[in-house]
């Protein structure tokens, strides 16, 4: 199977993370699903991945304390696999495993997904349990010393044929579930060390297997590799053998966190290919956080809200929606629903990052029809007039090219050919 034909354009659709963190139950991933289906289907957005912890007991009883609560249980099969918690996913209980949830999405119309972390349960490696197919056992699988620093779930798996065989089955109990993105987690930029560069390498051999495992399991399935920073130097490999992988940390509703954006994408600008996307994090839109227990509406401006919008789709980044869908308001629905914004998004566009400065930012995207749109940014705290040759009226809100930019705001302009590498002063 050709890994770049499972996402020949950026990946769109809801997580639950930014909403429900640990917490989130069947009940949320169908009335998610449901609200992507009426809402945001006809837009392209597709995907519904149930994030981080899905499989523990209870992940949220020592919130106070705790945001993964160490050693806590977890709810695994006899083969070393993490299954989901039955409490909060009832459908899958006399090992239905996430089959029933996934069918469900599918008769929506929509894809499945979830959130693994790199590694082996260390309680499968305490107990020695057994390996599908093998006469390994989990201890022979596990790297004691690779180890999470901030989830203690897992230990990470040894780069040899016990990991290879781990993994394929992993793979294999997915694929039945009907699962078609993957996010595994601690993988991309791991944490372990001190220099960034050897602590990603160190993530490699555990990407390369998982990238084996999918090519074994017979379904096309999306990978996505976090957190991030990802490493510059390991383009090739990303590239190579996953999806998308995460540029920054997590991005949350600061304007510093958008900001910082723009340098990384203008970092990673170019690598962009059919199947093959840097990933900008979550859109942190709408009304976020209750899985944190500080519920709210996004932090960030209208005007700082377009400005992500318009820097994910021109630099053709993933859209990942964090949302509670449920409680959608209009102006983050417009947002979402841009159809000539969204249409900057697909792989085989070319893309010119014209200009990156202290204070602004001008990007272009060239469609298949010769169209160019060129997309100006004000990265500063107040009005900036930021000239765009050949553009005709900012497509969010009308506003004439020639008009003063508000703080963080940003305009997007069909463009004249002329434009596309014009002097800006």
């Known amino acids: 199977m050709d890994k770049n034909l499972f996402a020949p354009n950026p990946p769109m659709g809801w997580n639950s993370y930014d909403y429900y963190d640990t917490t989130?139950?069947?009940?949320?991933?169908l009335a998610n699903a449901r609200a992507m289906r009426e809402?945001?289907?006809?837009?392209?957005?597709?995907?519904?991945?149930?994030?981080?912890?899905?499989?523990?007991?209870?992940?949220?009883?020592?919130?106070?304390?705790?945001?993964?609560?160490?050693?806590?249980?977890?709810?695994?099969?006899?083969?070393?696999?993490?299954?989901?918690?039955?409490?909060?996913?009832?459908?899958?209980?006399?090992?239905?495993?996430?089959?029933?949830?996934?069918?469900?999405?599918?008769?929506?119309?929509?894809?499945?997904?979830?959130?693994?972390?790199?590694?082996?349960?260390?309680?499968?490696?305490?107990r020695h349990l057994p390996v599908l197919g093998t006469e390994l056992t989990a201890d022979e699988v596990a790297d004691p010393a690779s180890v999470c620093p901030w989830n203690p779930d897992m230990y990470g798996v040894r780069d040899n044929q016990a990991g290879q065989a781990y993994y394929d089955s992993l793979l294999a109990l997915y694929a039945g579930w009907g699962v078609d993105f993957i996010k595994c987690d601690d993988i991309c930029n791991t944490?372990?060390?001190?220099?960034?560069?050897?602590?990603?390498?160190?993530?490699?051999?555990?990407?390369?297997?998982?990238?084996?495992?999918?090519?074994?399991?017979?379904?096309?399935?999306?990978?996505?590799?976090?957190p991030g920073p990802a490493i510059l130097d390991m383009a090739e490999d990303y590239a190579r053998y996953a999806n998308m992988w995460r540029i920054?940390?997590?991005?949350?509703?600061?304007?510093?966190?958008?900001?910082?954006?723009?340098?990384?994408?203008?970092?990673?600008?170019?690598?962009?290919?059919?199947?093959?996307?840097?990933?900008?994090?979550?859109?942190?839109?709408?009304?976020i956080g209750g899985g944190?227990?500080?519920?709210?509406?996004?932090?960030?401006t209208e005007d700082e809200q377009r400005?992500?919008?318009?820097?994910?789709?021109?630099?053709?980044?993933p859209l990942m929606v964090g949302a509670e869908l449920t409680r959608l308001d209009e102006w983050t629905l417009s947002l979402l629903t841009n159809r000539e914004v969204l249409s900057l998004l697909p792989a085989r566009n070319r893309r010119e990052e014209t200009v990156y400065s202290d204070d602004r930012a001008v990007w272009t995207v060239t469609l298949p029809t010769g169209q160019v749109y060129a997309?100006?940014?004000n990265l500063t705290d107040a009005p900036l007039t930021v000239p765009v040759p050949g553009a005709g009226k900012d497509i969010w809100t009308g506003r004439d090219p020639d008009a003063p930019l508000p703080p963080h705001g940003c305009a997007l302009y069909r463009a004249g050919l002329e434009g596309r590498r014009g002097t800006l002063a």
Request: with cysteine; net charge positive; proline share 7%.
């Open 24 to 29: 989130v139950t069947e009940r949320d991933v």
């Open 39 to 126: 809402k945001l289907l006809p837009w392209g957005w597709e995907y519904v991945v149930v994030d981080i912890q899905w499989y523990a007991s209870r992940p949220d009883a020592k919130r106070e304390k705790y945001q993964y609560i160490p050693f806590g249980r977890l709810n695994m099969d006899a083969y070393s696999r993490l299954i989901p918690d039955p409490e909060r996913f009832p459908s899958s209980i006399n090992g239905a495993g996430f089959k029933p949830l996934a069918d469900y999405v599918h008769g929506l119309g929509l894809k499945f997904g979830i959130h693994i972390m790199r590694g082996i349960p260390r309680d499968a490696a305490h």
């Open 191 to 226: 944490e372990n060390w001190e220099e960034p560069t050897f602590r990603a390498r160190r993530g490699l051999g555990e990407i390369r297997m998982l990238h084996r495992a999918i090519e074994r399991c017979g379904r096309p399935i999306v990978l996505s590799l976090s």
């Open 248 to 287: 920054t940390d997590d991005m949350w509703d600061k304007w510093e966190h958008v900001r910082n954006m723009f340098r990384r994408c203008h970092l990673w600008q170019g690598h962009t290919a059919p199947g093959c996307y840097p990933d900008c994090d979550m859109l942190p839109l709408g009304v």
């Open 292 to 300: 944190f227990r500080e519920e709210r509406t996004t932090r960030l």
């Open 307 to 317: 400005s992500v919008m318009t820097l994910w789709c021109v630099f053709g980044s």
């Open 375 to 377: 997309a100006a940014f």
